[in-house]
């Protein structure tokens, strides 16, 4: 490679202390150069100019006579054009070109007055070619998109960042809001107790307090697939999966919500208020929620929600969920962010604080209250006779609590709890045991009452309709992996850090008689409730940030 000429128009810009840009870069029309000196070395520490036998130094192609720039026909470079200086060569270097020896840093100090190169006047025009208009473009385009994604990544986390609140239970809607008020001509529902097909007729209102971790999100499909049947109402959150969770649960949460409207069905997860939630219903409208043992129910938990519980962070064993337990009043902390997940966490969705002295007698109130409320409260670890009693309650079919367990979990992320470690959960989540147990002995005088022949028949025949389902609809007929999942509208949705929850591939070929049903029945939570309609902004925004970081 020659060297390049300097034409005489070329100057040298400074100081240039501090100045940064890549070596070599060089820009046609009015020219920018840098070049990194480094006399008997290769590229090393930047420098000011006039600082040792290394530096930057800027040239600037200056107008030529004419007033033009002197640009020649081959760019950068030619007659009455611009030049460059490259690196000095030396010792040990890979060589270069080197500017005139006037001009070469730290040779000042070596030249005349009449020789040295002098720094730009005030008055002497000196150009630089801006930024391509693309590459600016291009720039602002990023800018944008970025600041963008970085302003709603804090919308989000300000959305999911809501404190838990522990403060009374006022009505949370202004006061003189109008309650529901049903429609004239909607039909009235039975009371309930129905002895025998033919004498009741289907229920249509219902609460169901969706808790965490409880085979809850299978529940939700058997309603969501009733309401869309018969073309029931629901009261859907605005934006989000959950009512605001953790918050409590307030009317104006819901979507398309006007003082004196009216609704069918609630089931999202929420953080529950009753009175909030008894203004969305017709009086006679049917209160369940689930319950589960509270050391399964942790374990799961524990696992599920721990990655975004920043007390868990300092968990650095291999097994978190043994040493959490060892002492949990160690890495516990009421106040910190999503604690709620980890201890009394039905007690906390039921919408009491979770912290609460066991000794007080607020404990048995509120568990009280709870049977009061709710006309039936299935147990997950007999989720079959549940559904038999909600069946029963409700005065619906066969077909209408048949179900696939959904939101489940790989066998081999769910490592069971020792006798040792169970006695521990159960002792850490000593509110929620108190519910269970509670809840557990009411749920066997339901069945008692029932019959337990006739219960039998029943599961029976509840089990036998499931098989049948599974055989036409599930391909392969067992839940698979996520990655084995082929449909993305079958994609559960997954905890953050791990892909440890299972979901279904639908058969290829199925009969016209129960092609809506199976995909209703083997679609996920979220994209049902996008099929309904729901408005899901800040889920959808939250899995493209998790997606685009592989989270």
């Known amino acids: 490679m020659a060297p390049l000429a300097l034409p005489r128009q070329m100057r040298l810009v400074g100081p240039l202390a501090g100045a940064r840009r890549s070596p070599g870069r060089a820009e046609c029309g009015f020219c920018t150069f840098w070049e990194r000196g480094g006399a008997g070395r290769g590229p090393g520490p930047q420098a000011p100019i006039g600082h040792g036998a290394g530096g930057w130094a800027k040239l600037v192609a200056a107008p030529g006579p004419s007033g033009r720039s002197g640009r020649s026909s081959r760019g950068c470079g030619g007659g009455g054009g611009v030049a460059a200086w490259s690196r000095p060569g030396g010792a040990g270097d890979s060589g270069g070109y080197a500017p005139p020896p006037g001009k070469r840093p730290g040779a000042a100090a070596r030249l005349g007055p009449s020789q040295q190169v002098k720094p730009e006047e005030d008055g002497d025009k000196v150009s630089e070619m801006p930024l391509p208009q693309k590459k600016r473009w291009k720039s602002m385009a990023k800018g944008l998109v970025l600041g963008a994604l970085f302003t709603s990544f804090l919308l989000l986390l300000y959305s999911y960042a809501v ?131 509270p050391a399964r129910l942790f374990e799961s938990s524990f696992h599920y929600f721990g990655s975004v519980v920043p007390f868990t962070w300092k968990l650095s064993g291999r097994d978190k969920l043994a040493e959490f337990l060892e002492d949990p009043n160690r890495y516990y902390d009421p106040n910190g962010y999503n604690a709620h997940y980890l201890r009394n966490l039905l007690f906390f969705d039921l919408g009491y604080d979770s912290d609460l002295d066991p000794g007080s007698p607020q404990v048995q109130e509120h568990i009280l209250e709870v049977e009061r409320r709710f006309h039936l409260v299935l147990l997950q670890e007999y989720f079959d006779e549940s559904l038999v009693l909600l069946k ?35 002792a850490w989540n000593v509110l929620d045991a108190r519910l269970y147990r509670h809840f557990n002995a009411s749920f066997w005088r339901k069945v008692e009452a029932f019959g337990q022949e006739r219960m039998a028949r029943e599961v029976a025949a509840l089990r036998h309709a499931n098989e049948h389902m599974r055989r036409i609809c599930i391909d392969g007929g067992h839940a698979v992996d996520a990655a084995a999942i082929q449909d993305s509208a079958m994609q559960p949705w997954q905890p953050l850090g791990t892909k440890s929850i299972l979901g279904y591939n639908l058969k290829k070929s199925i009969g016209q008689r129960h092609a809506q049903l199976c995909r209703r029945m083997l679609t996920p939570e979220i994209q049902y409730l996008m099929d309904l309609g729901v408005n899901l902004w800040v889920t959808k925004l939250w899995k493209f940030i998790r997606d685009f970081l592989h989270w």
């Open 163 to 293: 404190p838990p609140l522990h403060a009374g239970l006022a009505s949370m809607t202004p006061e003189g809001v109008a309650p529901c008020s049903p429609a004239p001509g909607e039909p009235e529902t039975v009371g309930p107790a129905n002895s025998s097909v033919g004498e009741c007729q289907p229920r249509r209102d219902i609460v169901f307090m969706k808790t965490h971790k409880t085979a809850s999100s299978t529940l939700l499909n058997i309603l969501f697939r009733f309401g869309q049947k018969h073309g029931l109402k629901f009261a859907f959150p605005n934006g989000r999966n959950d009512f605001d969770y953790p918050a409590f649960f307030a009317r104006s949460l819901v979507q398309d919500y006007h003082p004196g409207a009216c609704f069918n069905i609630i089931c999202n997860h929420m953080r529950f208020h009753y009175d909030e939630v008894r203004g969305l219903v017709p009086p006679n409208a049917t209160f369940i929620t689930v319950l589960r043992d």
């Open 392 to 426: 029963d309650l409700l005065c619906w079919e066969l077909e209408d609590v048949l179900y696939f367990k959904l939101n489940a979990r790989r066998a081999s992320a769910v490592p069971r709890l020792s006798g040792e470690l169970y006695r521990r959960a159960t």
